[in-house]
């Protein structure tokens, strides 16, 4: 049987109502129930790769077809979905934050830019997005029909063009980066949504904020790798839990 009632405690309710600094943390699983696969979980038609062996620099010089290839259907697929009630609820959570002067910041590993189509404005994106490229010879960035044709090489010098995402082995964005760790360490209330935790450095988000004090909650019906710090776990899917929580 479902349990009765909603899968997050009245603790969580109170803190989120008086928190006066609110972070954000959200993975994949946000975006599943638009239509998204995620990276880790055994559906969609890539899974047949790990995220391991086409994310990085050397599978793309290697076979840069497939893995443009790769991002030219994930591409396909994110402009053909909408966001889903879990994207919602957290633009709604923003709203209600900052209405009463608040602060709140959406750090995000997802490139697909749900978020923002949701209507979330203070989002940082950890891994970047797959609606840009740029060459690798001289940095130019493609423009948006070359990309949205998964265009291989530069229009001004020939060299290969990636898309603007953050591969295993490079730095995340510093900016990014520095921003999803400062609000993470003065948050009141830290939310893990739809993420695995097994990525790094952003795994060690959650962790940043519990060690500095705040109630850390991870929204995901599976428990992550992270599951050992957190104050609190709702066990279930964000397009769900989260609207419930916020509403
Ligand atoms: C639901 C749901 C529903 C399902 N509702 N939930 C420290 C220790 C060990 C290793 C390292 C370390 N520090 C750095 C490293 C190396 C490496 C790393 O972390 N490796 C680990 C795998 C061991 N990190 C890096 O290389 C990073 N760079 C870096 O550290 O630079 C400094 C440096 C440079 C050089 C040398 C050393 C250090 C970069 C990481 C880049 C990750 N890039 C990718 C691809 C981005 C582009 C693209 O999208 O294609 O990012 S990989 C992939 O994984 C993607 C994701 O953002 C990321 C995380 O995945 P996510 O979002 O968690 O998805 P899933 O599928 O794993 O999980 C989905 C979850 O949703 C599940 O839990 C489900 O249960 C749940 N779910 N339905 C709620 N309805
Ligand atoms: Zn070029």
């Not at 010089?61 to 497939?66: H, S, T």
């Not at 690798?136 to 998964?150: H, K, M, N, V």
């Not at 599976?222 to 066990?235: H, Q, T, W, Y």
């Amino acid at each position: 049987h479902q349990p009765v009632g909603p899968p997050f405690s009245e603790t969580l309710v109170r803190r989120l109502r008086r928190a006066e600094r609110v972070a954000v943390l959200t993975g994949a699983g946000i975006s599943a129930e638009s239509g998204v696969p995620t990276f880790r979980d055994p559906d969609g038609l890539w899974q047949k790769f790990r995220p391991e062996e086409l994310a990085n620099v050397e599978a793309f010089l290697d076979n840069p077809e497939l893995v443009q290839g790769w991002y030219a259907h994930r591409r396909q697929v994110v402009e053909d979905v909408e966001p889903n009630p879990g994207h919602v609820a957290l633009a709604e959570l923003e709203q209600w934050v900052t209405a009463r002067g608040g602060e709140f910041l959406l750090a995000t590993q997802n490139v697909d830019g749900l978020h923002r189509r949701a209507g979330s404005e203070r989002v940082v994106e950890l891994h970047g997005s797959i609606t840009r490229s740029h060459c690798i010879e001289c940095s130019a960035p493609a423009d948006a029909s070359a990309t949205e044709r998964g265009a291989l090489t530069c229009e001004s010098c020939g060299g290969l063009v990636r898309p603007d995402v953050v591969w295993f082995g490079e730095m995340l964005p510093e900016a990014a980066i520095a921003a999803a760790q400062e609000a993470a360490a003065l948050a009141d209330v830290y939310l893990s949504v739809g993420t695995s935790a097994v990525v790094y450095p952003a795994a060690g988000l959650p962790q940043l904020a519990r060690q500095a004090g705040a109630y850390v909650v991870e929204v995901n019906p599976i428990p992550s790798d992270i599951a050992g710090l957190l104050n609190e776990v709702v066990r279930g899917r964000a397009g769900e839990a989260l609207p419930d929580l916020v509403r």
